[in-house]
């Protein structure tokens, strides 16, 4: 199995500033068909189900704010928050599609200093 | 509008069974894969089960092959998992989700249901 780790385990920003969250995985989630990485990003805030953010590493779902942005690729992966708002306040997770079973990260927890 | 409604969460004995409901609507359900992910409190996300459009295949996580089985009714929309031999550790807020884009299984989840709470306690 591909495990999933992630970095840090919690970080607190100011209103306004970065966040930047670290995602490795085991092996490459790259797949070289067709040079996708299988990584996707979900938040998750309190007492609701995941809300998948980006796939394909970087491609931003439908209606996700253009403040949320994906990078890497291989094993070694960013989800970064250009400028952090309130409602942002949750937990990430990172997760690899590439085989089965699918991983997610331990998540990341995101709050306001 | 797609949703997803989970049904069938309790309180259950170790060793006792459950049968979990998920009610698809607002897409053609027969055409995608679905998937079973669970999160136990104050826990992460792990990924349990998924099953083709036409369920003839199908994929566990380790620690729940022999005991759980996903299946699916595309006549009546729905997604099942039955859990037998339930232990402590099965206890979980269990998710239904569906997979993004049509007819493929090794993507992103696109959709998740509110979740349906099963704990297995004496």
């Known amino acids: 199995d591909i495990v999933m780790t992630q970095s840090p385990d919690s970080l607190a920003v100011s209103l306004g500033e970065r966040a930047t969250i670290n995602c490795k995985s085991s092996?490459?989630?790259?797949?070289?068909?067709?040079?996708?990485?299988?990584l996707a990003w979900y938040q998750q805030k309190p007492g609701q189900p995941p809300n998948l953010l980006i796939y394909?590493?970087?491609t931003r779902e439908f209606g996700v704010p253009d403040r949320f942005s994906g990078s890497g690729s291989g094993t070694d992966f960013t989800l970064t928050i250009s400028s952090l708002q309130a409602e942002d306040v949750a937990v990430y997770y990172c997760?690899?599609?590439?085989?089965?079973?699918?991983?997610f990260g331990p998540g990341t927890k995101v709050d306001i200093k | 509008e797609v949703q997803l409604v989970e049904s069938g969460g309790g309180l259950v004995q170790p060793g006792g069974s459950l049968r979990l409901s998920c009610a698809a609507s607002?897409?053609?359900?027969?055409?995608?894969?679905m998937t079973w992910v669970r999160q136990a409190p104050g826990k992460g996300l792990e990924w349990v089960a998924n099953?083709?459009?036409?369920?003839?295949?199908?994929y566990y996580v380790d620690s729940v092959k022999g005991r759980f089985t996903i299946f699916r009714d595309n006549t009546e929309n729905s997604l099942y998992l039955q859990m037998n031999s339930l232990r402590a550790e099965d206890t979980a807020v269990y998710y239904c989700?569906?997979?993004?884009?049509?007819?493929?299984?090794?993507?992103?989840?696109?959709?998740w249901g509110q979740g349906t709470l099963v704990t297995v306690s004496s």
């Open positions: 607002g897409f053609t359900f027969s055409t995608y894969w």
């Open positions: 394909w590493a970087s």
């Open positions: 989700a569906r997979i993004r884009g049509e007819g493929e299984r090794y993507r992103a989840l696109e959709y």
């Open positions: 092996q490459s989630v790259l797949y070289s068909s067709n040079n996708k990485n299988y």
């Open positions: 099953i083709k459009q036409d369920g003839s295949e199908k």
């Open positions: 997760q690899q599609y590439y085989s089965t079973p699918p991983t």
